[in-house]
């Protein structure tokens, strides 16, 4: 086992755990709390794991302490090696990007190049992108995230695939405009 699937086994408690997840610089407008909410109200949270997984800067304490309170959720406070955050998105059920606002992460990108699905909020970045996903949710609407996590915590294996699969070929078609789009909103 690599160094990478390892400490995902040690944080989930097993090699075969259905998780979602947040990865990447953990801020304030990338909806953490949104997420957190919803995490709780979610049905999905009894049968599997939220890893939290990134250096968190700029959130109060108080959000961090919520997710480590929480049922199901595990949280990893450091930056990742790019070999964790690979194999944390590549092997996660869903990567959530419940962001508030714009970003100048690339995680959506990361995510299409290495095979994983989404559940997206509907900021503009993301809704000029994939104008047709259909696991999407309101920006701060922590129960309309929560019917989302559960329906695609409800999705077959090769549904999951699916999405993954569209997700790759429609930020492919965009690749280079999504990234002058994040470029923009950053320079906003």
């Known amino acids: 086992m690599d160094q990478a699937a390892e400490v995902l086994s040690g944080l989930l408690g097993g090699e075969d755990v259905e998780y979602f997840l947040l990865v990447g610089v953990v801020r304030p407008a990338k909806g953490t709390e949104t997420l ?50 690979v194999h944390f998105i590549a092997e996660s059920k869903f990567s959530v990007l419940p962001y508030l606002s714009y970003s100048h992460s690339s995680v959506l990108i990361s995510c299409a190049k290495h095979g994983g699905a989404v559940i997206l909020s509907d900021i503009e970045l993301f809704s000029e992108f994939l104008p047709q996903y259909d696991l999407t949710f309101t920006a701060q609407n922590s129960a309309e995230l929560a019917s989302v996590l559960d329906r695609a915590a409800a999705m077959s294996e090769e549904d999951v695939k699916t999405r993954g699969e569209w997700l790759r070929q429609a930020v492919g078609r965009y690749d280079r405009d999504l990234v002058e789009g994040v470029a923009r909103a950053y320079a906003r």
Do not use: M
Request: glycine residues 2%; aromatic residues 6%.
């Open 36 to 85: 957190l909410d919803a995490w709780k109200i979610s049905t999905c949270s009894q049968r599997h794991k939220l890893l939290i997984a990134g250096r968190w800067v700029q959130t109060p304490r108080e959000v961090s302490a919520k997710a480590r309170r929480l049922h199901n959720c595990v949280v990893l406070d450091r930056r990742l090696t790019d070999e964790e955050f």
